[in-house]
């Protein structure tokens, strides 16, 4: 069964428009989930909105969204005055340049989406965008109101698809210098850079996200696991207190050792060993 859109409209570019469907590239529905339990009668707990000076609890009426402009002081907003400031939809995701994927900061990437064409009659337009998006090695800038608000999304070629990936604006992105200010210049050495990129070189591999680990999922469903059999959990192992060593001196080591597991020394095939039989076998001979 194929997976439900998450929106529909149109891809525009100039005076083309190709309808399409947009698809959630992640999920997070397989991820362990809890809920919250009354330890005494092992009923599910419910949350309920009570007012924060009185204790009393507050119907859903009466909840409103409130902006705090000072201590205890909020401008209310009606739900019919929040629906007024979300952009109106045109359903048309509207194609404004192209980019080289050099230009591209990384930094802004929301979240993922697969694009794929809504009608089997669009198949020629939205594989004619896909390939000129391959071809030159460029993504598009797209614009649209998506999800009740103003998006502007980056669109590239994704094997038979396109991907969409949603981008945050430039106020949801902090400064870098804030978090670099303190990184000290440091001095590097012919050879440690030599023995970094040996280290490099000796552990390159291919991305294969099928290698990667959620070990807090895996744990998770071992101690689940372990509960409903009535096993213990076992105690986490404290780690080990990190030695302070020479950089250079770790570099190397590093490398010696990388350079081993790359490497295997061939075995030495043993002498045969002399025994009383295999002499007396000899000397029959």
Request: hydrophobic content about 40%.
């Amino acid at each position: 069964m194929p997976p439900r859109a998450n929106w529909k409209g149109s891809l525009k570019l100039a005076e083309l428009a190709c309808p399409v469907a947009l698809y959630s590239a992640t999920s997070t529905s397989d991820r362990i989930a809890f809920h919250t339990i009354n330890r005494a009668t092992g009923h599910r707990v419910r949350r309920t909105f009570v007012d924060s000076e009185t204790g009393a609890p507050v119907d859903s009426g009466d909840q409103v969204k409130g902006y705090e402009v000072d201590k205890n002081d909020y401008v209310v907003l009606e739900p019919d005055e929040i629906a007024q400031a979300r952009p109106q939809s045109d359903k048309t995701l509207t194609i404004e340049a192209f980019l080289d994927w050099v230009e591209i900061d990384t930094v802004y990437f929301d979240k993922p989406y697969y694009l794929s064409p809504s009608q089997s009659d669009a198949s020629d337009l939205f594989v004619l965008i896909r390939e000129g998006l391959r071809k030159n090695k460029v993504a598009a800038i797209a614009k649209t109101a998506l999800f009740r608000r103003a998006r502007t999304i980056l669109i590239s070629a994704y094997g038979d698809g396109l991907l969409a990936i949603t981008l945050n604006f430039d106020y949801e992105v902090r400064s870098a210098q804030q978090a670099f200010d303190e990184v000290p210049e440091v001095k590097v050495q012919g050879e440690m850079l030599q023995l970094a990129k040996h280290i490099i070189d000796t552990k390159r591999g291919a991305f294969d996200p099928s290698t990667f680990e959620d070990r807090y999922e895996a744990a998770l469903a071992e101690f689940v696991k372990a509960k409903l059999e009535g096993k213990p959990i076992a105690p986490r192992r404290k780690a080990r207190d990190a030695k302070v060593v020479n950089l250079l001196e770790a570099l190397r080591e590093s490398a010696a050792l990388s350079e081993g597991r790359e490497k295997p020394a061939a075995k030495k095939r043993a002498a045969p060993r002399k025994t009383k039989a295999a002499a007396a076998r000899r000397k029959a001979s």
